[in-house]
C-alpha cells in the first residue's frame, strides 16, 4: 500500500481526537494506514495517511460525517521518493585503512585503485558499520609477506569485505565467499562484478561451516567471520579445521565486552593472537592458527 496523502485535523480536546481515531480505524479505505494523535500548541491533532481512495479530503469528510468537533482540517499530498536512493545518497564514503567504501552516487568523486563500491540495499556491509570497518582495517593491516593460497569469508552479505580481500592479495588469490542468505549471494555476485574481482571470487549460498563447496577448498590460508560472539563460540572447532596452521583468522560482531570470552575459547582450540581492532564499541581480531 503506497501512501500518497497526509490529512491533518484539529480537534478542541483529547476526547474528540480520540473518538476521531476510533472512527477512522472502523473505515476498511484507512485499514493499515498510520493514524497518529498527539498534542501540539494547546490543540489536539490527528495525523492519518491514506493512498488518495477516499478523494482529495477523505479523512476530513469521513469524520465530518460523524459530526466530529474538527477545529481545521489540511490535506497535503506525499511526495513520491525512492528512499532507497534517498539513503543511498546520505551515505558518505568510509575510509578504513586504505579502503575507501562509497555508493555508487560517489563514483566519479573515488578514485583509488582500494576504492569498494557498495550501494546500501539488501545485505549488510556498506562500511558504516563498526563491524565492517573493523574487519576491512584487518584486511588492510596483513603483513606484506602474507600469501594464502586461497580465503574463505564467512557470512558475506553485501561482499564488501570479499572485495577487500581480493583487491589486498591483488586479485591473485581465489576468495570463495559463502552466505546463508541467497538474497545475499545475488546482492555479493553484482557488487564483486561492479568491483571488478569476480574473476577471483567465487560465491556460494548455504551454511559455510558444512557447506561442500567450502570443505572441498579447505583448509584456507585466510578466514574471515563476521557474524556474532555467540555463533563464533559454537563454531571455533569448524574454523580451526577450515584455517590451516600458520593461517589467519578474522573474526568480528564482537562487543569489547565479549573478547576475553572469544580469545579464550579460540585459544583453547588453538588459535593465538595477533591483532585486537575496537572502533565504536565492536572488536575485530586476527587470529593465528598455531596447530
Not at 570470552?261 to 588453538?270: Q, S
Request: hydrophobic share 45%; net charge neutral; with cysteine.
Amino acid at each position: 500500500m503506497a501512501l500518497s496523502q497526509k490529512t491533518v485535523v484539529s480537534f478542541p480536546s483529547e476526547d474528540e481526537a480520540s473518538k476521531a481515531s476510533a472512527v477512522l480505524s472502523e473505515v476498511p479505505a484507512f485499514e493499515g494506514f498510520p493514524i497518529v494523535i498527539f498534542e501540539a500548541d494547546g490543540q489536539w491533532l490527528l495525523e492519518c495517511y491514506d493512498d488518495g481512495a477516499l478523494a482529495s479530503a477523505g479523512a476530513a469528510i469521513v469524520l465530518s460525517d460523524a459530526g466530529l468537533k474538527m477545529e481545521s482540517a489540511t490535506v497535503a499530498a506525499i511526495p513520491q521518493v525512492d528512499w532507497v536512493a534517498e539513503t543511498q545518497r546520505a551515505l558518505p564514503p568510509v575510509r578504513a585503512g586504505r579502503f575507501i567504501v562509497h555508493g555508487s552516487h560517489d563514483r566519479a568523486k573515488v578514485v583509488s585503485r582500494w576504492a569498494i563500491e557498495i550501494d546500501a540495499g539488501r545485505a549488510f556491509g556498506t562500511a558504516h558499520h563498526g563491524t565492517t570497518k573493523g574487519c576491512l582495517i584487518a584486511i588492510d593491516r596483513l603483513p606484506a609477506s602474507f600469501n594464502p593460497h586461497s580465503v574463505l569469508d564467512l557470512g558475506t552479505g553485501s561482499g564488501v569485505l570479499a572485495i577487500a580481500a581480493a583487491k589486498a592479495l591483488d586479485r591473485r588469490v581465489p576468495v570463495f565467499a559463502v552466505d546463508i542468505d541467497p538474497v545475499a549471494i545475488a546482492v555479493a555476485h553484482e557488487n564483486s562484478r561492479k568491483n571488478g574481482v569476480s574473476d577471483c571470487v567465487s560465491l556460494f549460498a548455504g551454511d559455510g561451516v558444512r557447506h561442500s563447496s567450502a570443505f572441498r577448498r579447505a583448509p584456507f590460508g585466510l578466514v574471515i567471520a563476521n557474524i556474532l560472539a555467540k555463533p563464533l563460540l559454537a563454531l571455533a572447532p569448524r574454523l580451526r579445521i577450515l584455517t590451516e596452521p600458520g593461517g589467519l583468522l578474522i573474526l568480528a560482531g564482537l562487543l569489547s565486552a565479549q573478547v576475553r570470552e572469544i580469545l579464550a575459547r579460540y585459544g583453547a582450540v588453538g588459535f593465538s593472537k595477533v591483532r585486537r581492532t575496537d572502533y565504536e564499541g565492536w572488536t575485530t581480531l586476527t587470529l593465528r592458527s598455531i596447530r
